[in-house]
């Protein structure tokens, strides 16, 4: 059974960093599609940013130059290195493996950007 968890949230000022971590178990790591996700109060989940079994990134552009995915295949981890982070980043950040369209969360992590 796959299982997903997330660490790395917390509290930050603004234009501060924080790297998120997703640390993956009971599956192939390096043959899923990896990605992190956000959801804030009152709003749908969104997607932040994207890395294929093949290092491919992309990001949403309200992210773009700022967060960095990245996956270690050894240590079947994802991160999500948070750079000059805004009010606005603040939100529950979820990790998400999938593979031949089958997915699969983690709880999340939350990020608090004060201002």
């Known amino acids: 059974q796959v299982q997903l968890v997330e660490s790395g949230g917390g509290l930050v000022q603004a234009g501060g960093s924080l790297r998120l971590s997703c640390a993956a178990s009971g599956m192939v790591f390096s043959l899923y599609k990896m990605a992190w996700f956000r959801q804030a109060p009152g709003n749908q989940r969104e997607l932040v940013a994207v890395?294929?079994?093949?290092?491919?990134?992309n990001y949403a552009d309200f992210v773009k130059g700022r967060f960095t995915i990245s996956r270690d295949n050894a240590e079947k981890t994802v991160y999500l290195q948070m750079n000059s982070l805004k009010p606005e980043d603040t939100a529950v950040y979820s990790c998400?493996?999938?593979?031949?369209?089958?997915?699969?969360w983690g709880q999340g992590t939350q990020v608090n950007v004060s201002s």
């Open positions: 890395i294929t079994s093949g290092d491919r990134t």
């Open positions: 998400n493996a999938n593979w031949r369209g089958a997915a699969s």
